[in-house]
């Protein structure tokens, strides 16, 4: 995405049924300042030091308590620039648990540099907010340890989530045994750049399922710099190895004397499919859907394939399925998405994909259906077909690349086709939620963003024109497009 243009529309209108005590909660307020040519973390941060807030970074972030953590604000922002229309910028306060707090939306004002009139409008966005009138309650302070995003999660949706998933593997289930009642099992995963240990079972009746008893980074090999959080929700700093991919092992120091405890990993097991079968021989990390559009070129998501040292591309060739090599082309890591090219001498160019991909959005209530590969270890390698609506044309915390959809996405849909009742490709599919939180909410990527990144691609790449697809019987409709429904395993 190009960061240069000579207008830009900043985007802002507060939620006002945010109660101000939600935000007299919090007394920190978190940001790095990053480099970018309009200053904008530089101007939010003066901002908020104004309305009262005690301004910090993540190295001081890190350095604090896990209560301390639990009164932090984070600041989240967007801009998409535009060459040709209006661009917008949005602002999100978040949470440590990364709930939304409050959120900036809507049309504010146009102009013409990005000097003065941008530090204007940063001050309208302020102005919202200060109709919360902040002021910080120690009181308001709910008395709990600090909770991450994936604090909901469960045993069976930890699993759901790992399956069929390219994951490190210090990622997993793990147990401790014990018999003086502070037995519990943890689920340990990747989030930005660190992994965290949460509580999915407590026999101890001062942790509770959600609460973050370890956060890991990773250090080399084995080795990984740990915070271990003990009964009392105090932070030890430790040490920590993960031993034959199995037993992970923390030595902390404690009152003058070193701690030693470990934990054993009871999911996945050493061979679990659901993270590495076998192909030739050699395992494979993770696995995807994709779409192929014309020729040889495959549409997925940018996640599917990031860090791929080998792709294969499974496609349904005369109701065979068959494999291919392929390798990465392009990447557009901002939407999410990739283009991948078969390369392989026994495969022959099928030709013109037989739907078209749509230019411009659709509309809300839209009859969509979603095709894809998801969770083959327990599902099967058959393509899987599930329908819905297109339930709005924003999606994640109101990200404007993508829609969100009623039809339900599992793992391995990842860069599956999303198509319109007539055989449309209105969008690619690229993340659902857990049951736990809500159930049939699932994202797909808009195609005028799949145009964008056929655009930039390093060769011409036919965009197919659709052809006459039996739109009134449906069950035919699906055999014509199922074989343009790619299953990729990533190496």
Not at 171 to 191: F, M, Q
Not at 263 to 280: L, N
Not at 307 to 336: H, M, Q, W, Y
Request: proline share 4%; aromatic share 12%; charged share 25%.
């Amino acid at each position: 995405m190009k960061r240069t243009l000579t207008i830009i529309t900043l985007v802002f209108v507060s939620i006002s049924s945010i109660l101000a005590h939600e935000v007299n909660k919090y007394k920190y307020f978190c940001l790095d300042v990053e480099e970018n040519p309009y200053g904008i973390e530089k101007r939010f941060l003066e901002e908020f030091q104004k309305a009262g807030f005690f301004i910090m970074d993540n190295d001081y972030y890190e350095q604090l308590d896990s209560k301390e953590k639990s009164k932090t604000l984070f600041v989240e922002y967007d801009y998409f620039l535009n060459h040709n229309g209006n661009s917008s910028l949005t602002i999100v306060l978040k949470n440590a648990s990364g709930a939304t707090i409050w959120r900036n939306t809507g049309y504010g004002c146009t102009f013409l540099s990005a000097s003065g009139d941008f530090k204007k409008c940063t001050k309208q966005i302020m102005t919202a907010f200060r109709r919360l009138k902040y002021k910080y309650d120690e009181n308001l302070v709910p008395d709990q340890p600090f909770q991450h995003p994936y604090a909901k999660w469960t045993e069976d949706s930890v699993k759901t989530y790992l399956n069929g998933k390219r994951i490190s593997p210090i990622e997993g289930i793990y147990k401790n045994y014990s018999n003086d009642g502070n037995a519990y099992s943890i689920g340990i995963l990747k989030h930005k750049d660190k992994f965290y240990g949460i509580i999915l079972n407590s026999d101890n009746e001062l942790w509770k399922a959600g609460d973050t008893k370890i956060v890991l980074n990773h250090i080399e090999g084995s080795a990984y710099d740990a915070e271990y959080y003990d009964l009392n929700h105090q932070k030890l700093n430790a040490i920590a190895g993960l031993k034959d991919n199995r037993l992970l092992e923390f030595s902390a120091p404690y009152k003058g004397d070193v701690m030693n405890f470990s934990f054993i990993k009871i999911f996945p097991s050493s061979g679990e499919k659901s993270i590495a079968g076998t192909s030739s021989s050699e395992q494979y990390k993770a696995t995807g859907s994709g779409v192929l559009i014309s020729d040889n070129i495959i549409i997925t998501n940018y996640h599917v394939v990031e860090d791929a040292d080998k792709v294969e591309a499974i496609l349904n060739i005369n109701g065979i399925p068959e494999t291919f090599s392929a390798r990465v082309l392009c990447t557009d890591k901002t939407n999410d998405l990739a283009i991948v090219c078969i390369k392989d001498d026994k495969f022959k160019n099928q030709g013109e994909s037989p739907f078209k991909i749509l230019a411009n959005t659709v509309d809300v209530g839209t009859s969509v259906f979603a095709m894809g590969f998801p969770l083959t270890s327990f599902l099967g390698d058959e393509v899987k077909i599930t329908d819905g609506i297109i339930s709005s044309k924003s999606g994640y915390e109101g990200d404007i690349v993508t829609y969100q959809i009623s039809v339900p996405i599992q793992p391995g849909n990842s860069g599956g086709p999303l198509f319109d009742k007539n055989g449309n490709l209105v969008g690619i599919t690229n993340a659902g939620i857990d049951k736990s939180v809500a159930e049939n909410v699932g994202y797909a990527i808009k195609t005028p963003y799949v145009y964008n990144i056929i655009d930039s691609a390093p060769i011409n790449i036919s965009i197919p024109q659709g052809k006459t697809l039996p739109k009134e019987n449906f069950p035919e409709l699906i055999k014509s497009l199922k074989p343009y429904v790619v299953y990729l395993k990533i190496y």
